[in-house]
């Protein structure tokens, strides 16, 4: 067992094993209670709006960990540390915890009240919608039409080789589990997803690990376009960053849920659980939307507009977390974008 | 303790509520084992096609067996319910990919039918199914075998529905097999309760046959029912024919001994001869008086079967039995004075036995006065009229009232009176007859007694 498992994140981390890794480490002192703590792939900056307004309602000590989705993974699956909450962007991991047995069951009023769609098992929970977008350099863009699907950014590419070759970003799938996950469902939902890529390929596309970085470039003029960023962070950098443009695409876009469970281990699963409440009620407060910039989860989003899809939770996230199939997946993805 | 009486409704609804109880069980366990039964056979079911759509994506490439797991073969798992998905991909005894602990379902034989199992895999209960598939690659046979498992929480959830429904169900089946059991016993016995209330209705002298319709299972007893009706209607006819033939035949020989004796009376000259043939003839009177009730009773009895009803006047019922009578009472300077009020009141009898009837009171009441006193007759009008006639005789023995109507029963104080005991016996089945009653009590105006005949009148 643990040999398949060490094998496995052996392939996600690339790297060597050893105890994971903490970017960043925050305390929020508070009179009462157990600490809660949170292990996060979300910037502390980002999320500290939140839990100043937990802990206004509840006066509990918080610290708050931020690792990258595979580091989550590998504190929580292979090296049992000890966390109350785990948040993360990569569901697929989140489902795997919760389909091997890692996370604990929680219900309350709160998680009964989330779509069907944003939880599942009662152990992984949706609290965030956040789409995957195109960012767009405006004056790179003042002589194009802006594209509205894949198939019309293809032609786009494939027309205009002199403005876009070296000025295309996406994700490092190998790196970034986001990215991973947005590709997979990109080659789930489309048949253009291939083509894109070898397109991508031949303009010398750059990869990135992060949204933020993808956005700096675009803001700065160094990238013309980045694909498959997050929708929330661009929205978010759209005020204090002009000259980018955010755009939806219109044949499907995938949308990210970002989900909290309550690991295994949790010494303090109250608190998770009133931190759970408060995070799947994030809807009734408008104000914390406006300041995190992540979209809330809203019932009926996502079941009326079919081009809005979100990411399914469920065991079908599992197929992309294979060995053979990541292998796979990731040797051809190699081969497309790197035409060298 | 106290046994009920049983009861045929009771016994039909108790055994046909048991007997639908236990189509309810009956109906609840088999609905149950049904659909488990199709409810696990779902859940094989695409648990096979997962494993076969994973099985049939293992391919070679450059000689070296790999495997593409579609999306749908572990997302159509998840499409039901959301239980834990596990699968294991095994090539020729080593694992390829997927969880390597998850063990193979122990199954007897080979062969490339999908192969199922039940087991615990990480503290719950999963369904496993094992694939099994050949594939050559490098001039080399190579088996695989996929395994695909899903804890059965949906499984537990389908079947706890399950269960409430066929409670549900069955309850409502018991409930409602019931509420119409007991509608059709009662529908069932109604002939039974029709038949009953008929016979029951009847007057105590109604002696006709029953004639209401009768389901064939009743027909032997209604058929008994009537014979017995009819010996009996045979007998009491046949004992009355009797009392009234003896009655005739007793009288008409009397009467001619009567009137020989007083014929010799008168031509006796010595006294004792004269006073045996006075006893004589005073015995004669006794038979022949007796003789005369006897019929008067059975002609009671025979018309109060079938009544011929007409519309009388009380007063004049009255006003002529006393008329008749009067004579008699003379003999014994015996008053009888009459209230009768001029009303237009009117009873719905037979003349003839009301007649009987008022003779009867009034003739005791002259035969148990002393000479010289008073009679008096009164009609009291009312709802029903009272017919009182009181005179002052020595009265009932209070003990003797209630047995005076009976036949042949006389007060404990007229041994020395003629009489047959039938006189009361008369009134009381004149007034039955007639829906009415015969009261007896004391004078309440000096000595003797008050005998009313209570008559329904308009």
Redesign the interface.
């Known amino acids: 067992m643990r040999h398949a498992c060490l094998a496995l994140l052996l392939s996600l981390v690339t790297g060597v094993v050893q105890a994971f890794e903490i970017e960043e480490s925050r305390r929020y002192p508070a009179p009462g209670g157990t600490e809660l703590r949170i292990l996060s792939t979300a910037d502390a900056d980002v999320f500290e709006p939140i839990i100043a307004a937990f802990q206004a309602l509840h006066p509990i000590p918080i610290t708050y960990d931020v690792a990258s989705s595979a580091q989550v993974m590998t504190a929580l699956y292979d090296e049992n540390a000890t966390y109350d909450l785990a948040i993360s962007s990569a569901m697929d991991l989140q489902t795997k915890l919760a389909n091997d047995g890692l996370a604990q069951r929680y219900s309350s009023d709160a998680t009964a009240a989330l779509p069907p769609w944003a939880k599942w098992r009662d152990r992984v929970f949706a609290f965030t919608q956040e789409p995957a977008v195109l960012v767009l350099n405006a004056q790179a863009f003042e002589a194009l039409d802006i594209p509205k699907n894949r198939e019309g950014l293809i032609a786009l590419l494939r027309d205009h080789p002199q403005v876009f070759d070296g000025r295309v970003g996406t994700y490092d799938v190998r790196v970034s589990g986001l990215g991973y996950l947005f590709a997979t469902q990109d080659s789930r939902n489309t048949e253009s997803f291939w083509r894109l890529t070898e397109v991508m390929g031949r303009l010398n596309t750059r990869l990135y690990c992060c949204s933020g970085e993808m956005i700096n470039a675009v803001a700065h003029g160094e990238l013309a376009l980045a694909y498959n960023v997050l929708g929330s962070y661009a929205q978010a950098r759209l005020q204090d960053t002009p000259g980018i443009v955010i755009v939806e695409m219109d044949d499907f876009v995938s949308v990210m849920l970002r989900t909290a469970v309550i690991p295994q281990t949790a010494e303090a699963p109250q608190a998770a659980g009133l931190m759970i409440d408060f995070l799947a009620a994030m809807r009734l407060r408008p104000d914390l939307a406006t300041a995190t910039g992540l979209p809330p989860v809203v019932s009926g989003a996502g079941e009326d507009e079919n081009v809005i899809r979100p990411i399914r939770l469920g065991p079908g996230l599992l197929v992309f977390l294979d060995r053979l199939r990541r292998d796979t997946f990731l040797r051809s993805w190699v081969s497309s974008i790197e035409q060298e | 303790m106290t046994r009920t009486p049983s009861s045929i409704r009771r016994r039909l609804v108790v055994q046909l509520a048991l007997v639908a109880a236990l189509l309810s069980v009956a109906f609840f366990f088999a609905l149950r084992v049904v659909a488990e039964r199709a409810t696990e056979a779902t859940q094989d079911n695409i648990l096979a096609a997962s494993a076969t759509s994973i099985a049939d994506a293992v391919y070679t490439d450059a000689g070296v067996v790999?495997?593409?797991?579609?999306?749908?073969?572990?997302?159509m798992?998840?499409?039901v319910s959301?239980d834990?998905?596990?699968y294991h991909v095994i090539l020729d005894g080593q694992?390829?990919?997927?969880?390597?602990?998850l063990p193979v379902p122990e199954v007897r034989g080979a062969g490339r039918d999908p192969r199922f199992g039940t087991y615990l895999y990480?503290?719950?209960t999963v369904r496993a199914v094992v694939v099994r598939r050949a594939l050559n690659a490098a001039d080399r046979i190579h088996r695989v075998e996929v395994v695909v498992a899903q804890t059965r929480l949906g499984l537990a959830a389908i079947s706890s529905r399950i269960t409430t429904t066929a409670t549900a169900i069955g309850v409502v089946f018991f409930l409602t097999a019931t509420a119409l059991s007991s509608f059709a016993a009662q529908n069932a016995l109604a002939p039974l309760s029709r038949l009953a209330e008929a016979v029951r209705r009847r007057g105590p002298r109604d002696l006709r046959p029953v004639t209401a319709e009768t389901p064939t299972e009743l027909a032997p007893l209604v058929g008994g029912l009537n014979g017995f009706i009819a010996r009996l209607r045979s007998a009491l006819t046949r004992s009355e024919d009797l009392i009234v033939e003896a009655a005739h035949r007793v009288r008409t020989p009397l009467a001619t001994v009567r009137t020989q004796a007083e014929m010799v009376h008168l031509q006796m000259e010595k006294p004792e001869n004269r006073t045996a043939l006075r006893q004589m003839i005073r015995a004669v009177d006794e038979s022949s008086r007796s003789a005369g009730q006897l019929l008067d009773h059975a002609m009671v009895t025979l018309r109060s079967d079938q009544l011929e009803t007409e519309e009388i006047d009380p007063a004049e019922l009255l006003r002529d039995a006393v008329d008749r009578l009067s004579p008699t009472a003379d003999l014994k300077d015996i008053t009888i004075t009459r209230d009768l009020p001029d009303s237009a009141l009117r009873v719905q009898g037979d003349a003839i036995l009301l007649q009987n009837a008022v003779r009867n009171i009034l003739d005791n009441a002259i035969k148990y006065s002393p000479a010289d006193t008073e009679i008096a007759v009164r009609l009291i009008p009312g709802p029903s009229c009272r017919l009182e006639i009181c005179d002052q005789g020595r009265g009932f023995v209070a003990e003797d009232v209630a047995q005076m109507p009976e036949r042949f029963s006389r007060g404990s104080n007229v041994e020395d009176v003629v009489g047959s005991g039938l006189g009361l016996t008369i009134v009381r089945d004149v007034a039955e007859a007639h829906c009415g009653a015969l009261e007896i009590a004391p004078n309440e105006r000096g000595p003797g007694a008050c005998v009313t005949l209570v008559l329904p009148c308009s």
Do not use: N
């Open positions: 790999r495997v593409e797991i579609p999306y749908s073969a572990l997302s798992l998840g499409t959301e834990r998905v596990f694992t390829l990919t997927g969880y390597d602990d990480r503290d719950d």
